[in-house]
């Protein structure tokens, strides 16, 4: 019976997880389809129709006489239809009616064929990265010229911010971890029981204070008073997760170390951070994610002139100038996802791990 429960639990559990992996991944594909169609299928049809699907296919026409009332019944090969029926297309053994020209009196026959869409192209990447003006052919045939985004400006912005971003507070906190779990000096619990209580602090309570001081400093709108924030920022919950792994690894391997003469920095390089790696991914993923996805602490403290923008607020700019652009928009969401799906990847084997590290003692 208990082994029963167990498989139940874990079909259920599975289930679940499968779910959630759909719903993620769906609409994933279809930015991803979408990035790469040109502008005036995104405009007609959607993503889903790359796929073999049955469509309404013009096989005929017919052309009806020249004095046709369109305001009275309309007879088409025997059949009286009106205008607005044939506007909306009418159906007709397995056939579908709709208007083709209606000035020139002309109706075309379709029928349902198989059809897909295989058209692709790399031109929504190249407008968004390169910044150069492009061409749309829009659905009716007209053509637009438009000035493309240049985001790749801001893609290096990003990898400027972020990864310092997340180094320097890792390290801060590896090292003040490994202070409040073994080491003993005086004010230790106050500090940590301090740290903690700064994890329930609002962030957008400290933005305009530290702005003031940025601004005093000259440090706002550069790479380092940005740095500054983010590690202030992520610092709490940094420490606290490195504690709760670092706090339960066995204490005889630091008695041995000590005996042998180690310093507390040869501990902390040799044997803290060697076990401590899969927190460390853990936490890592974490980091790099809030950063590279910030809008807010980017916006207050980095400013959004374009030689230090970032992508979260050019994708935003993005939206409010060009929100009927929708290839322009998959294509920087998807550039946008890339480097944290990479970073996810590289170091998803030590998630897990690090996420139960310290949940389960001895």
Known sequence: MKRKGVRKS?????TVLAIICVIWAVPTFGLLVSSFR?????????WWNIFPHKEWTTVAQIELPRDTDLRGPISVEGMTYSDVQLREGVERDGQLLVWENRRQRLI???????AWISSFTTQNYETVLGGKQYKITMPDGSV????????????????AVT???????????????????????????????????????????ALIPI????????????????????????????TYFMYTSISQLPKDIFESAFMD??????IFSRLILPLSVP???????????????????????????????VMSMKIANLVGSRGNDWQLLTAAAFVSMLMPLTVFFALQRYFVRGMLGGSVKG
């Open 261 to 266: 003469g180690a310093t507390n920095f040869t």
């Open 38 to 46: 040109p502008a005036a299928d995104i405009l007609s049809t959607g």
């Open 279 to 309: 927190a460390l991914a853990s936490i890592s993923i974490f980091q790099f994610l809030w950063v590279w996805n910030d809008y807010l602490v980017s916006l207050i403290f980095l400013g959004s002139q374009p030689e230090v923008q």
């Open 144 to 159: 637009k010229t438009e000035q493309g985004s240049g985001m790749s400006q801001s893609f290096w912005n990003t990898i």
């Open 163 to 205: 990864i310092p971003a997340t180094v320097i507070p890792i390290f801060i906190a590896s090292f003040a971890a490994y202070a409040f779990a073994w080491l003993r000096f005086p004010g230790r619990r106050t500090l940590f029981v301090v740290i903690i209580a700064l994890l329930v602090v609002p962030l957008q309570v």
């Open 108 to 114: 075309n026959v379709q029928e349902k064929e198989w």
């Open 10 to 14: 874990k079909w259920l559990v599975n």
């Open 211 to 238: 702005l003031r001081d940025y601004t005093s400093l000259g440090l706002n709108g550069t790479y380092f008073g940005i740095w500054l924030a983010h590690t202030a920022f992520g610092l709490p919950l940094i």
